[in-house]
């Protein structure tokens, strides 16, 4: 050791060169060069120095932004860049700079601390910095030694073999620690993330070669080139759970892509632990694995099993900057195995244990001082059956033959229990290839087997569940279509036996009546994947056609794609539902010509099912009011405890008649019960027919024969005009109905004048209440200023409300100008109108092409802007999706079959009418609000939810019934809705188009 370091404080400082080459980090590498070689033609012709040792210590540049040193630029870095072929004008100094600058302050200068600095670091240029971190000067070891007596050299060599002996202990230790480190199957690494903002990688393993195809060096020189390698879709992930780790010191983990200098892509998986240092830099210790194979594994394992997606778990290791002393490496490399998600077990030459990890206890139950020291055949450790096999692995770990093993094998616990594990087993060797020890990782892959075992559970249950279905179930190749199996419902609904079946294609044995049918069925599978309820036609092995549903899916068999197909016969329901819709149309001609009359049946709830009759409008009622709600629901109150006993004796078989007088007319009912084949009651039929007219003949001849009976003895000549006043009467009965017919037209009218007229006084209310609000806010109390507000507010929805009623009003008023609309041009134009809405809900709108129809262009414009206007307002949080379609579109976009199916669900003849369709992605409906949705003033949102007033949909269905079509939804709440509304094709009677 230097005795006095003090006596050497004078020529320590003359050996400091007090004008260092600074620089900024935006200057070019050139203008770096420059200055690097002027410095050095003036050191050795000044005079100043020695000559070639003044050069010394311009053979580098500081690199400064403003007064603070970032980095560092030598001439090694110079050579290096020129060797590679770059080109000096492009390269900036900040791009090749050492960010990592070694300093020493001014206060502390020794030659001990310049000597210990230069040695540890590999320095050659030490710069020297003040109390305020400026940059003062640069030692060199060339200008300490040119300034020291012979003495203290002689004292330095002696420090040097002190320092040479300790490090050669250290190499020895360190070699050890180098073979146990690259027996980790991983790069270990040192991250360190500074206060300033800048990163280094102090420490990178040897795999850096094998994982990042690159030189250590590389990566340690410029800590960028690894962040470059990254794949850009996972760069901000990455930089975000790094940044995350850095602010809670929690263990990190991750699993990335890079980008390899070969041209590939890899993916790799990251393990650490973060620390704080003591001047506030963020260190993670840890390892980077390589986990291409996995993830290809991974991605095939899905593909064949979906319900099976499990990650192993990767080893996480903390290690820390190989330090002066190896005690510290191994401590911490310990430390790093220890916190292993993965057990970890040493074992020595003779294959006996030397090191047992935390895990390792948490997993077989042993503490390590109850198994240090013996082999594997020691204690209750292997499972029986699979000692061979163990056996074999240790002794080719142990010969040399494998210095790397995997393999499989059952453990025991120490409470008994079994456990499977994989073994990867890794032998270090010394440089003559002797063994040291063997390092094995255990990963539990328990819950793995016990998964594999319920997947071939399933797969038994499967096949039990195939042959026991109802359905008829085959499995065939996809697209060859051979038979793979076929279950016994399958061979009772085709009469092929399994044997027939089984080995021969569908064409084979002539299933498919159509060759089309065949074709559009593949062409969906082709496209889809799979199929729903496929309409086909079917032959039997006797020859019969049968209507069947045809459901089928992919899948994969032993890497063979299969097609697991369903088959439904409806050939006798499509019979049935033909009949019925004859029938059908049959009852409701009949019924909707009843004369003078309505007709209802209802079912055992009270609730009509259907309603018809050509009284109904002159009642003020419609078949809507009725259909699909119940007799408290439709009829007026006061009517409700006159009909619900007569309905109720129907229902217990009882057939009744009644009259019941209701307004200024009369009407007999006949209640009678509806029974089936069995004879019971399952419904109830009302008919109603009009016998005020009868009624008035009835009460004037009873009134009639009164007079006449009273007068017949007084004079017979008064019987002529007895008479004459009775046919008199009748006349006058005529015509008192004739001026209802016209008063109910003009209440009619003056119902849309007194709304309309209405709308002028409430104006005068709004607009002379907004202005006492304007004039008088703050002057008045704080209720007067609510109340104004409540009046504002209750003027504006009044108002609102008399707007859509007379537009309701008008839609049931004015005729129908009928004319060939492009409905394409006009779902523009509502759009159009929509534009502000859209832009606001940020709502995408989509449509097919559309048809062009006979329709009132006015009216259908309306109806689209209603519907379409609902679907933007009633969406929740995700912008709105709204698609326009229709089906029957046939010969332009329309795919026919697919309209055909779809028209046979919703029971539309397509050959007579369009159904259009408006989907939206909105709040949905729940079921028992979809009829009540169509009446006028119902809503089913408070107004704070959502506007309006209840009034725009009744419109739709006015508008709708007025072309003679019908509207209808489907929707689940949340799932959002799809409105249906039918047109007739083809040109309308006139008579149909008027109310």
């Known amino acids: 050791m230097l005795s006095d370091f003090s006596a050497l404080a004078t020529d320590l400082v003359l050996a400091i060169a007090l004008r260092p080459l600074l620089i900024t980090p935006d200057q070019s590498l050139r203008q770096a060069i420059e200055i690097m070689h002027q410095a050095q033609i003036q050191s050795c012709n000044d005079g100043s120095g020695s000559g070639g040792n003044a050069a010394l210590c311009h053979s580098c540049v500081l690199v400064m932004e403003e ?108 070699t050890r620690l180098r073979r146990l480190v690259a027996s980790v199957p991983g790069m270990l690494y040192q991250y360190m993330l500074h206060i300033d903002g800048s990163e280094s990688f102090p420490f990178i393993g040897y795999n850096c070669r094998t994982i990042f195809e690159i030189e250590q060096d590389l990566a340690l020189q410029d800590p960028q080139f690894l962040w470059r390698m990254t794949h850009p879709e996972d760069l901000p992930e990455l930089r975000e759970s790094l940044q995350l780790s850095a602010q809670t010191l929690q263990s990190w983990k991750m699993e990335w892509r890079i980008l390899t200098p070969s041209g590939g892509c890899k993916w790799v998986q990251g393990v650490a632990r973060p620390g704080r240092q003591e001047n506030g830099d963020i260190v993670w210790n840890g390892m980077i694995l390589d986990i291409t194979d996995r993830k290809k594994l991974e991605e095939e394992r899905d593909r064949f ?73 020691d204690w209750q450790f292997v499972y029986a059956a699979d000692r061979q096999t163990v056996q074999t692995a240790i002794t080719l770990l142990l010969n040399g033959s494998e210095a790397q093993s995997v393999y499989g094998s059952r453990n025991l616990t120490k409470s008994g229990a079994v456990v499977y594990c994989e073994w990867y087993n890794s032998a270090l060797v010394d440089e003559s290839g002797n063994l040291i020890s063997v390092l094995s990782l255990v990963l539990d892959v328990t819950q793995r087997k016990q998964a594999e075992a319920e997947l071939q559970a399933s797969q038994r249950r499967f096949a039990t569940a195939f042959h026991s279905s109802p359905v008829p179930l085959c499995l065939t190749t996809f697209p060859e279509s051979c038979h793979l199996d076929v279950n016994d419902s399958w061979v009772l609904s085709t009469g092929y036996s399994r044997e027939q079946a089984i080995g021969r294609t569908v064409n084979e044995l002539e299933l498919w009546q159509f060759v089309e049918e065949r074709e559009q069925f593949m062409q969906a599978m082709r496209e889809q994947g799979s199929i729903r309820n496929f309409l086909m036609h079917s032959k039997t092995q006797k020859g019969e056609i049968r209507k069947v549903l045809l459901s089928c899916d992919k899948i994969e068999l032993d890497g063979t794609l299969c097609l697991l197909s369903a088959v439904i016969d409806i050939t006798e329901q499509k019979r049935i539902e033909e009949a019925l819709r004859d029938s059908e149309a049959l009852y409701r001609t009949l019924i909707h010509n009843f004369p003078n009359g309505a007709v ?53 078989g009882q057939s009744v008649t009644q009259e019941l007088p209701f307004g200024n007319r009369v009407y007999i009912i006949y209640v009678v019960p509806v029974r089936n084949d069995q ?27 009164d007079e006449l009976e009273s007068r017949v003895q007084e004079r017979t000549e008064e019987l002529a005009a007895v008479n ?30 007194a709304s309309h007229d209405l709308q002028e006084p409430l104006r005068t209310i709004t607009s002379y209440t907004q202005l006492l609000a304007k004039r008088y806010a703050g002057q008045l109390d704080a209720k007067a200023d609510k109340y104004i507000g409540y009046i504002v507010d209750g003027s504006s929805r009044m108002q609102q409300l008399i707007t859509d009623l007379l537009a309701y009003s008008r839609v049931g008023r004015q005729e129908l100008k009928l004319e060939l609309t492009d409905c394409n041009e006009l779902l523009q134009k509502v ?165």
């Open 67 to 174: 007064t603070r040193l970032v980095g560092i630029l030598t001439t090694i870095d110079v050579v290096r860049l020129i060797a590679v072929g770059a080109v000096a004008e492009t390269i900036t100094v900040g791009a090749v700079m050492t960010p990592n600058v070694v300093t020493i302050k001014q206060a502390h200068v020794s030659i001990a601390g310049v000597f210990d600095l230069f040695r540890r670091h590999q320095l050659h240029h030490l710069p020297l910095i003040d109390s305020s971190d400026r940059v003062v000067g640069i030692i060199t070891p060339e200008r300490v030694l040119q300034g020291l007596k012979w003495t203290d050299l002689l004292n330095l060599v002696e420090q040097d073999l002190l320092l040479e002996q300790k490090a050669n202990d250290l190499e020895k230790r360190e």
């Open 305 to 377: 099993f979906k319900e099976l997606r499990r990650s192993h778990d990767e080893l996480e290791h903390r290690v820390q900057e190989r330090t002066a002393a190896l005690q510290e490496a191994y401590q911490e490399l310990n430390s790093l195995i220890e916190n292993s998600p993965l057990a970890v077990v040493e074992w020595d030459s003779d294959f006996q244990v030397r090191g047992w990890s935390s895990q390792a206890e948490k997993l077989f139950g042993w503490q390590a001082r109850e198994v240090f020291g013996k082999h594997p055949d």
């Open 600 to 652: 209802h049946l209802f079912d055992r709830h009270l609730r009509y099912v259907f309603t018809d009759g050509q009284e109904l409008a002159a009642m003020g009622m419609s078949r809507e009011q009725f259909e699909g709600r119940t007799l408290w629901e439709a009829l007026p109150p006061e009517l409700v405890p006159i009909m619900e006993p007569l309905y109720r004796q129907a229902l217990e």
């Open 679 to 705: 004879n019971d009651v399952f419904a109830g039929l009302v008919l109603i027919q009009n016998i005020t007219t009868r009624k008035h003949m009835e009460a004037a001849l009873m009134q009639a024969r």
């Open 724 to 753: 004459f006043y009775l046919q008199d009467q009748i006349l006058e009965h005529g015509r008192l109905a004739e001026r209802l017919a016209i008063s109910n037209q003009e209440l009619e009218q003056f119902a849309y004048i």
């Open 831 to 995: 759009l159009h109108n929509l534009q502000v809405a859209i832009a606001e809900s940020a709502a995408i709108v989509t449509c097919d092409r559309l048809p062009t129809v006979l329709v009132d262009a006015g009216r259908i414009m309306q109806l689209l802007q209603n519907l379409i206007g609902n679907a933007i307002k009633y969406c929740d949080k995700t912008p709105p999706e709204v698609h326009v379609g229709v089906l029957g579109n046939c010969g332009e976009d329309g795919d026919v079959e697919a309209d055909r199916e779809k028209a046979e669900i919703a029971n539309v003849a397509l050959e007579h009418e369009y159904v259009f369709w408006i989907r939206d992605n909105g709040i949905g409906i729940e079921p028992q609000y979809i009829e009540r949705i169509f009446v006028i003033f119902q809503r089913l949102h408070t107004r704070r939810e959502y506007a309006g007033t209840g009034i725009g949909l009744a419109v739709c269905k006015k508008i709708v019934e007025r072309h003679k079509g019908r509207i209808w939804v489907e929707s689940e709440p949340g799932q959002g809705a799809t409105f249906y509304f039918t047109l007739p094709k083809g040109e309308m009677p006139h008579s149909e188009v008027e109310e």
